[in-house]
């Protein structure tokens, strides 16, 4: 029997013998080849920490021990050595494993930290509370990627962990040189000079212990250095240095990015699998290349995610026009404000999830000054296989609060370019596009344009006005035949630029029965919110139902399933008109097509 078979949790690593756990290693990287190749996910960070994690649970004792993972996409071998092997046939789907620490799978996950920076300040915070209610007989350990540290959230926690040298608190720095990409900045000079036997450290001149550099693939000298760290009872940084994509060729080959995110891919020639054709991320690629081109003073900036976010192309053409910034998301829209003073226009290329993190740099120092920034925003709406976290389901509620931005959300790759191309023409202040992970599909022409607004079907009577907001607008078609084969007229449109409301569609919607609209963001303050309130103030009395994202957060699984848990299928959008216009027939009060009101009429 091969040893992993008889790891059930972490208890039995304490049993087996040094050799033994060398020979568990090799045997934890081939399980994860295995099964990370076969569903896709982040492969080379944890490649990279099979060793780490071994060594951290020989030493302390989880779940008493407080082990928190940061960022999450590294927990992968802390899953298996913790009772969760058989998930792994199913990881990112529905019914599997998370791909970052989920609670709810294990007591052995303490948060759903997939948002990079913040394990640091959950470690002060659970110190703080040991100390307060005077318990001393456990560790908090946080294992912390040297591209967290280029979050400035991190160097917060620092700053106040250090305040407190009577808590004991073990910092484990797992030093691979990279985020996604290579880690920027300062910090990374500062850490090859540790490696180098430079010192003293930042750290120590922070006041925090120092322990290493530790070579993160030689168990025992991890275990001696926590050990070591665990005896002083006080905060201690214990800096390991590893390898990502460790121990597989495919990833130690891959210079991009050493494995960090493989799509399912064949082991034995680490090729992906077939993809299913053009992404919105490529289309943005392409265009963003364009643009440049034509525009010497754009340029584009990245938090550490420069090839997902669409501008490696960009990067390799015009390397000095590409900034990246490290896991910094405020400095990183702080940053384009001032490079918009400066007359240069910036496009900050981002995932959706994480622009939450920088709302009040977006609204005080980019729109408060009408800055034209361009925020392109990838993975928008359901994302599906990465967890609650990664949906982008809030964006459109949080930025329309924002005075003088305008918001597109383009339904395909012409649109994309369109829409691309007139925001970065904008010069009156901040504009935005988002769009989602996945293949961007078939152009969908309007059949007529009405003061600004894309017309896309036109059928029958005007009974139900469908307002589709960007990648949708295939489902609001959709739903458009299913209504078409039951006898009620519709109407569908896109407004391309869905902030602020184009007041064009209060008079479309005057003309109809009922509307709806259809958006993969959140129904809490969505687009379909915004028209409400259009509606409203221009006396529409048309009646309007949201189709979009409940306020929950969303179990991982496929785009299709995650939608489909929403209610966001054409059956059953269709299915909600139907029972909705038949409340309308039921109702003393009709609406005729031109929108005229008449008491007791039954159509």
Same mark, same amino acid.
């Given at each position: 029997?091969?040893?992993?078979?008889?790891?059930?949790?972490?208890?039995?690593?304490?049993?087996?013998?040094?050799?033994?756990?060398?020979?568990?290693?090799?045997?934890?990287?081939?399980?994860?080849?295995?099964?990370?190749?076969?569903?896709?996910?982040?492969?080379?960070?944890?490649?990279?920490?099979?060793?780490?994690?071994?060594?951290?649970?020989?030493?302390?004792?989880?779940?008493?021990?407080?082990?928190?993972?940061?960022?999450?996409?590294?927990?992968?071998?802390?899953?298996?050595?913790?009772?969760?092997?058989?998930?792994?046939?199913?990881?990112?789907?529905?019914?599997?494993?998370?791909?970052?620490?989920?609670?709810?799978?294990?007591?052995?996950?303490?948060?759903?930290?997939?948002?990079?920076?913040?394990?640091?300040?959950?470690?002060?915070?659970?110190?703080?509370?040991?100390?307060?209610?005077?318990?001393?007989?456990?560790?908090?350990?946080?294992?912390?990627?040297?591209?967290?540290?280029?979050?400035?959230?991190?160097?917060?926690?620092?700053?106040?962990?250090?305040?407190?040298?009577?808590?004991?608190?073990?910092?484990?720095?797992?030093?691979?040189?990279?985020?996604?990409?290579?880690?920027?900045?300062?910090?990374?000079?500062?850490?090859?000079?540790?490696?180098?036997?430079?010192?003293?450290?930042?750290?120590?001149?922070?006041?925090?212990?120092?322990?290493?550099?530790?070579?993160?693939?030689?168990?025992? *000298?991890? /275990?001696? =250095?926590?050990?070591? %760290? #665990?005896? @002083?009872?006080?905060?201690? &940084?214990?800096? $390991? +240095?590893?390898?990502?994509?460790?121990?597989?060729?495919?990833?130690?080959?891959?210079?991009?990015?050493?494995?960090?995110?493989?799509?399912?891919?064949?082991?034995?020639?680490?090729?992906?699998?077939?993809?299913?054709?053009?992404?919105?991320?490529?289309?943005?690629?392409?265009?963003?290349?364009?643009?440049?081109?034509?525009?010497?003073?754009?340029?584009?900036?990245?938090?550490?995610?420069?090839?997902?976010?669409?501008?490696?192309?960009?990067?390799?053409?015009?390397?000095?026009?590409?900034?990246?910034?490290?896991? *910094?998301? /405020?400095? =990183?829209?702080?940053? %384009? #404000?001032? @490079?918009?003073?400066?007359? &240069?226009?910036? $496009? +900050?290329?981002?995932?959706?999830?994480?622009?939450?993190?920088?709302?009040?740099?977006?609204?005080?120092?980019?729109?408060?000054?009408?800055?034209?920034?361009?925020?392109?925003?990838?993975?928008?709406?359901?994302?599906?296989?990465?967890?609650?976290?990664?949906?982008?389901?809030?964006?459109?509620?949080?930025?329309?609060?924002?005075?003088?931005?305008?918001?597109?959300?383009?339904?395909?790759?012409?649109?994309?370019?369109?829409?691309?191309?007139?925001?970065?023409?904008?010069?009156?202040?901040?504009?935005?596009?988002?769009?989602?992970?996945?293949?961007?599909?078939?152009?969908?022409?309007?059949?007529?344009?009405?003061?600004?607004?894309? +017309?896309?079907?036109?059928?029958?009577?005007?009974?139900?006005?469908?307002?589709?907001?960007?990648?949708?607008?295939?489902?609001?078609?959709?739903?458009?035949?299913?209504?078409?084969?039951?006898?009620?007229?519709?109407?569908?449109?896109?407004?391309?630029?869905?902030?602020?409301?184009?007041?064009?569609?209060?008079?479309?919607?005057?003309?109809?029965?009922?509307?709806?609209?259809?958006?993969?963001?959140?129904?809490?303050?969505?687009?379909?919110?915004?028209?409400?309130?259009?509606?409203?103030?221009?006396?529409?009395?048309?009646?309007?139902?949201?189709?979009?994202?409940?306020?929950?957060?969303?179990?991982?699984?496929?785009?299709?399933? +995650?939608?489909?848990?929403?209610?966001?299928?054409?059956?059953?959008?269709?299915?909600?008109?139907?029972?909705?216009?038949?409340?309308?027939?039921?109702?003393?009060?009709?609406?005729?097509?031109?929108?005229?009101?008449?008491?007791?009429?039954?159509?």
């Amino acid at each position: 029997m091969a040893l992993l078979e008889t790891v059930r949790d972490p208890a039995r690593l304490r049993e087996l013998t040094a050799a033994q756990l060398r020979d568990l290693a090799g045997e934890i990287r081939a399980f994860l080849v295995d099964r990370v190749c076969a569903s896709g996910g982040h492969l080379g960070p944890n490649l990279g920490v099979v060793e780490l994690t071994i060594a951290l649970h020989t030493v302390f004792e989880s779940p008493r021990d407080r082990v928190l993972w940061d960022t999450g996409h590294q927990a992968y071998v802390h899953k298996v050595l913790t009772g969760r092997q058989a998930g792994f046939d199913r990881l990112r789907r529905s019914g599997g494993l998370s791909g970052y620490p989920n609670p709810e799978e294990s007591e052995h996950d303490l948060v759903e930290n997939s948002h990079a920076s913040t394990a640091l300040s959950y470690a002060d915070g659970l110190a703080r509370a040991d100390a307060h209610l005077g318990r001393r007989d456990r560790a908090t350990v946080a294992v912390v990627g040297d591209g967290a540290l280029t979050g400035g959230m991190a160097w917060e926690a620092l700053n106040n962990i250090a305040g407190g040298p009577d808590r004991p608190l073990v910092v484990v720095l797992n030093d691979n040189g990279r985020s996604y990409a290579p880690t920027v900045g300062g910090l990374a000079r500062h850490l090859a000079d540790l490696r180098a036997g430079g010192g003293p450290g930042v750290f120590e001149q922070l006041g925090l212990g120092y322990l290493g550099p530790v070579d993160g693939h030689d168990i025992a *000298a991890v /275990q001696d =250095a926590l050990r070591h %760290a #665990a005896a @002083l009872a006080r905060p201690v &940084v214990v800096h $390991v +240095v590893t390898a990502k994509g460790k121990g597989f060729r495919h990833t130690e080959d891959n210079d991009l990015d050493l494995g960090h995110a493989v799509k399912p891919m064949d082991p034995r020639t680490g090729q992906p699998l077939p993809a299913s054709g053009r992404s919105f991320t490529s289309v943005f690629a392409q265009e963003l290349v364009e643009l440049a081109e034509r525009r010497a003073d754009l340029v584009a900036i990245t938090a550490a995610m420069a090839e997902p976010t669409g501008l490696l192309p960009l990067q390799r053409k015009h390397p000095e026009r590409v900034i990246d910034v490290g896991i *910094a998301e /405020q400095h =990183a829209v702080t940053m %384009a #404000a001032g @490079l918009s003073l400066g007359g &240069v226009h910036p $496009v +900050v290329a981002i995932y959706s999830t994480f622009v939450n993190r920088a709302l009040d740099q977006v609204l005080m120092d980019v729109a408060l000054h009408r800055r034209p920034v361009t925020f392109v925003l990838d993975r928008s709406g359901v994302t599906g296989d990465d967890g609650p976290s990664h949906n982008g389901m809030w964006d459109l509620s949080v930025l329309q609060v924002v005075p003088g931005l305008r918001i597109a959300a383009p339904r395909d790759g012409a649109r994309l370019a369109e829409l691309l191309a007139e925001a970065v023409a904008w010069s009156e202040g901040p504009t935005l596009l988002r769009f989602p992970k996945g293949p961007v599909g078939p152009d969908l022409p309007a059949v007529a344009t009405f003061n600004g607004v894309d +017309v896309l079907r036109r059928s029958g009577p005007s009974d139900v006005l469908v307002v589709a907001v960007g990648a949708l607008a295939g489902l609001a078609l959709a739903v458009a035949d299913g209504m078409r084969a039951l006898g009620i007229g519709v109407t569908v449109v896109d407004p391309r630029w869905v902030t602020p409301v184009n007041p064009a569609l209060a008079d479309v919607a005057r003309r109809h029965r009922l509307a709806i609209t259809v958006e993969d963001n959140s129904r809490a303050g969505g687009v379909g919110s915004a028209i409400a309130q259009t509606l409203r103030d221009n006396d529409v009395s048309t009646p309007l139902r949201e189709f979009g994202i409940p306020r929950r957060f969303l179990s991982h699984g496929s785009r299709a399933e +995650v939608l489909a848990a929403c209610g966001l299928t054409a059956q059953d959008i269709t299915r909600a008109v139907v029972d909705l216009l038949a409340g309308l027939d039921a109702a003393p009060v009709g609406i005729d097509d031109a929108g005229a009101v008449h008491a007791g009429e039954e159509r």
